[in-house]
């Protein structure tokens, strides 16, 4: 096993600390290997000034050199080999193979956006040429295009070790587009992080960008994380959390002086919705992915289907079955901490607890509290019930799930009408089915970033087209997506520049058009 130092990363150099701390395996409760350095709200500052100071020349660099830069931060996380998944492994209890597609995820999500920064289209470019001879005013020459906002502050989540974390989307879309990114790592998997960062911190010196390009801090989240939202040069926050540390952050970035935002994604049930056409004809295959789709990663993913929605009749009884069949048979398995599996321990004892809840099924399994280990549970209830109380529509992180049937089609839209703002939502339907079902599918496109049907939400392509987000408190503001290329949208902002001498344009909008560049001019879009 690699050897860890244990220091916070600030700015090229490596900071230590008479407080430290250590991480703890979920999978047997033991002490892992290291003594992590606890940042002080001194190091927040270092760390935050040397990413303002930095912003001018990292901004400055070309497309294709913050391209060589992400693309040599995927070689670095790649050359750390098994020590980073072994590593991995231990402090979350992720099985090896999960770990090995999320560490193929993060370098794909580091060469996508090298690919962005290459291309530049981003920038957005628009021009609308001078009219001096204009009655009965001439119009000036109009320029616009985005540009980076300046340092972004990254929390690294729990249940994506690698993907969410130092490395991943937030960070790889900040560093995209020029803007330096300094990270507060999450305490669960401290180890991870440090290899992480040391593969980052090696592409920063190899690449030869500015020592405040990155950063990474360990401390506690109400101590320094806070103290990250809150410095003046912070323009920006990307979180994956709970919507309790989610909220406090967004509410400390609104009381700045000058607020920023935060995108945060944070809570979500990703509601099913079974037409009866669908349960009538696969009953059983439905009953099968959903249990598979609930308990993947012991329920532990931001689209972990915890609500389903059916019709009440003869038909739904063989989809009761299938499901009850397949969580009796579900193994224990350890969740990420045992803070997590005390959590999910209480919101599953709340929901099964309320009045007017049954259990449909629990998993024979007998879980071992030494490793965090937890087992699957579905409830159910009657709408009537369901909208009588809103304890229901809490998100239970973990294994567990509720059927709530209704009267009627009619009554599934009711219901969909009542939830929060959801990450997903998905309709299981036959071609009749889908085929009456538009204004169910209205509904959830204002509730849901993303729409499935006859699939399951767990597992979000990494692509052009993905949204990841939506209504809160999914997210804090739907327009925008953590996954994808669209993701780095969060972090530019448009600039308008009139009348500007051709030297102190932007490459994205002089005359010549040296990036080749589809660009949008006088109306009409083209490469000119």
Same mark, same amino acid.
């Given at each position: 096993?690699?050897?860890?130092?244990?220091?916070?990363?600030?700015?090229?150099?490596?900071?230590?600390?008479?407080?430290?701390?250590?991480?703890?395996?979920?999978?047997?409760?033991?002490?892992?290997?290291?003594?992590?350095?606890?940042?002080?709200?001194?190091?927040?500052?270092?760390?935050?000034?040397?990413?303002?100071?930095?912003?001018?020349?990292?901004?400055?660099?070309?497309?294709?050199?913050?391209?060589?830069?992400?693309?040599?931060?995927?070689?670095?996380?790649?050359?750390?080999?098994?020590?980073?998944?072994?590593?991995?492994?231990?402090?979350?209890?992720?099985?090896?193979?999960?770990?090995?597609?999320?560490?193929?995820?993060?370098?794909?999500?580091?060469?996508?956006?090298?690919?962005?920064?290459?291309?530049?289209?981003?920038?957005?470019?628009?021009?609308?040429?001078?009219?001096?001879?204009?009655?009965?005013? !001439?119009?000036?020459?109009?320029?616009?295009?985005?540009?980076?906002?300046?340092?972004?502050?990254?929390?690294?989540?729990?249940?994506?070790?690698?993907?969410?974390?130092?490395?991943?989307?937030?960070?790889?879309?900040?560093?995209?587009?020029?803007?330096?990114?300094?990270?507060?790592?999450?305490?669960?998997?401290?180890?991870?992080?440090?290899?992480?960062?040391?593969?980052?911190?090696?592409?920063?010196?190899?690449?030869?960008?500015?020592?405040?390009?990155?950063?990474?801090?360990?401390?506690?989240?109400?101590?320094?994380?806070?103290?990250?939202?809150?410095?003046?040069?912070?323009?920006?926050?990307?979180?994956?959390?709970?919507?309790?540390?989610?909220?406090?952050?967004?509410?400390?970035?609104?009381?700045?002086?000058?607020?920023?935002?935060?995108?945060?994604?944070?809570?979500?049930?990703?509601?099913?919705?079974?037409?009866?056409?669908?349960?009538?004809?696969?009953?059983?295959?439905?009953?099968?992915?959903?249990?598979?789709?609930?308990?993947?990663?012991?329920?532990?993913?931001?689209?972990?289907?915890?609500?389903?929605?059916?019709?009440?009749?003869?038909?739904?009884?063989?989809?009761?079955?299938?499901?009850?069949?397949?969580?009796?048979?579900?193994?224990?398995?350890?969740?990420?901490?045992?803070?997590?599996?005390?959590?999910?321990?209480?919101?599953?004892?709340?929901?099964?607890?309320?009045?007017?809840?049954?259990?449909?099924?629990?998993?024979?399994?007998?879980?071992?509290?030494?490793?965090?280990?937890?087992?699957?549970?579905?409830?159910?209830?009657?709408?009537?019930?369901?909208?009588?109380?809103?304890?229901?529509?809490?998100?239970?992180?973990? !294994?567990?799930?509720?059927?709530?049937?209704?009267?009627?089609?009619?009554?599934?839209?009711?219901?969909?009408?009542?939830?929060?703002?959801?990450?997903?939502?998905?309709?299981?339907?036959?071609?009749?089915?889908?085929?009456?079902?538009?204004?169910?599918?209205?509904?959830?496109?204002?509730?849901?970033?993303?729409?499935?049907?006859?699939?399951?939400?767990?597992?979000?392509?990494?692509?052009?087209?993905?949204?990841?987000?939506?209504?809160?408190?999914?997210?804090?503001?739907?327009?925008?997506?953590?996954?994808?290329?669209?993701?780095?949208?969060?972090?530019?902002? !448009?600039?308008?520049?009139?009348?500007?001498?051709?030297?102190?344009?932007?490459?994205?909008?002089?005359?010549?058009?040296?990036?080749?560049?589809?660009?949008?001019?006088?109306?009409?879009?083209?490469?000119?």
């Amino acid at each position: 096993m690699t050897q860890l130092h244990g220091h916070n990363f600030l700015a090229g150099g490596l900071q230590g600390s008479e407080k430290t701390f250590t991480a703890v395996s979920p999978c047997d409760g033991s002490q892992l290997a290291g003594a992590f350095a606890m940042a002080s709200t001194a190091d927040v500052d270092a760390a935050l000034t040397a990413a303002a100071a930095a912003s001018g020349p990292f901004a400055a660099t070309s497309g294709e050199q913050r391209a060589v830069f992400l693309e040599r931060i995927a070689e670095e996380i790649e050359a750390l080999g098994d020590a980073l998944l072994e590593r991995a492994h231990q402090e979350t209890a992720l099985p090896l193979a999960r770990l090995t597609g999320e560490r193929g995820r993060t370098v794909g999500q580091l060469r996508l956006f090298a690919s962005m920064a290459r291309d530049a289209s981003w920038t957005d470019p628009r021009i609308d040429r001078a009219m001096p001879d204009r009655q009965p005013l !001439p119009r000036p020459d109009l320029r616009r295009a985005k540009r980076p906002v300046g340092p972004v502050v990254v929390f690294g989540s729990s249940n994506f070790p690698l993907a969410f974390s130092v490395a991943g989307g937030d960070t790889a879309s900040a560093l995209c587009t020029g803007n330096p990114v300094v990270v507060k790592a999450h305490r669960a998997h401290p180890g991870t992080s440090e290899l992480v960062a040391s593969a980052i911190a090696k592409a920063v010196e190899a690449c030869g960008m500015p020592a405040g390009t990155f950063s990474m801090l360990h401390g506690q989240g109400s101590v320094i994380g806070l103290a990250l939202v809150k410095h003046p040069a912070t323009q920006a926050v990307g979180f994956t959390g709970s919507r309790a540390a989610g909220r406090a952050l967004c509410d400390a970035a609104a009381g700045r002086p000058d607020p920023i935002p935060v995108f945060a994604e944070m809570s979500s049930i990703n509601p099913v919705f079974l037409l009866p056409g669908a349960v009538a004809e696969r009953a059983e295959t439905i009953a099968q992915g959903f249990v598979a789709s609930m308990t993947l990663g012991v329920g532990q993913f931001c689209t972990k289907p915890g609500l389903v929605f059916a019709v009440e009749g003869s038909e739904l009884e063989a989809f009761r079955q299938a499901v009850a069949k397949a969580v009796t048979a579900a193994p224990a398995a350890s969740m990420l901490t045992a803070d997590i599996r005390d959590s999910f321990a209480a919101g599953r004892d709340t929901l099964v607890g309320l009045d007017g809840t049954a259990t449909l099924a629990t998993a024979e399994a007998t879980a071992d509290t030494g490793k965090t280990e937890a087992t699957a549970v579905v409830a159910q209830t009657d709408l009537a019930t369901f909208l009588a109380d809103p304890r229901y529509a809490e998100e239970v992180f973990g !294994p567990a799930s509720l059927l709530v049937t209704a009267g009627s089609v009619d009554e599934l839209a009711k219901a969909a009408d009542a939830l929060e703002g959801q990450l997903t939502a998905t309709l299981h339907g036959t071609e009749g089915d889908l085929a009456a079902a538009g204004s169910l599918v209205e509904i959830l496109a204002t509730k849901a970033g993303r729409l499935i049907v006859n699939g399951f939400p767990t597992g979000v392509e990494v692509c052009h087209a993905m949204q990841h987000g939506g209504p809160w408190p999914a997210t804090s503001d739907s327009r925008f997506t953590s996954v994808g290329s669209a993701a780095l949208e969060r972090f530019i902002r !448009p600039v308008c520049y009139q009348d500007l001498p051709e030297a102190l344009l932007p490459d994205a909008l002089k005359d010549a058009n040296p990036l080749g560049l589809e660009r949008l001019v006088n109306g009409v879009r083209g490469q000119h």
